[in-house]
């Protein structure tokens, strides 16, 4: 299978069972592959991924997000990639709005700003971030980036919030951001523990010479 200049969507999934099928086939009516890692999920998130139309890679243990999306980013047809929740909260309806900047020419990453950041903590690191370079929204799930600038990243954190964007910037890349209005999913948010863990893993970003 050959996608010229086409978009894969990367969806990382972790018992999603309920919700990913409704994502995959909402998505799919944007991009050229829809593509679900399956974080070694316990309920039926793989199977109805799979019918609702996507290809499927399971990992064989549980690894977190930033292994889920570096496995897609590797997995991926596309030359540019998606990465969208696999609960239905970003509008899979402004995909064509995320990529256009880089169908353009004009930017080698597209963030989906979210107009609300439930997590202090997550706003607190991207706070941190902007220190070292503008990130903007350094944590939305929701972004389009060239594919051979993702499989280029590292990646090394407890979760994106800074790391991403920074990453990204400092490797030459252009970053750009389009406003997104999250969907209500009746979904409760756990405590993000991971968040004390990332700042110590966005600290050596912060002290960098520049």
Known sequence: ?????????????????GRIGETV???ALYVDEVLVVDDDSTDKTAAEARQAGARVIRQKQNRGYIAAIKR???????????TIDADGE?????????????????ADMVQGHRDSIPRPSERFLTWLANF???????????RAIRAETARQLTLKGACICGIF????????????????HLQAIGKPRRIAW??????FFLLPWLLRKR
């Open 72 to 82: 897609g980013f590797s997995e991926a047809i596309g030359e540019i990639i998606v």
């Open 132 to 142: 070292r370079a503008p990130v903007g929204d350094s944590g939305t799930g929701f």
């Open 194 to 199: 991971y968040h004390l863990q990332q700042f």
């Open 165 to 180: 964007s920074l990453e990204v910037l400092a490797r030459g890349g252009r970053l750009e951001e389009v406003p997104v």
């Open 25 to 27: 086939r909402a998505v």
């Open 1 to 17: 299978m050959s996608i010229s200049t086409g978009i894969t969507a990367v969806i990382p999934a972790y018992n999603e069972a």
């Open 90 to 106: 970003f509008p899979p309806e402004q995909i064509p709005t995320l990529v256009q900047p880089i169908l353009n020419d004009e």
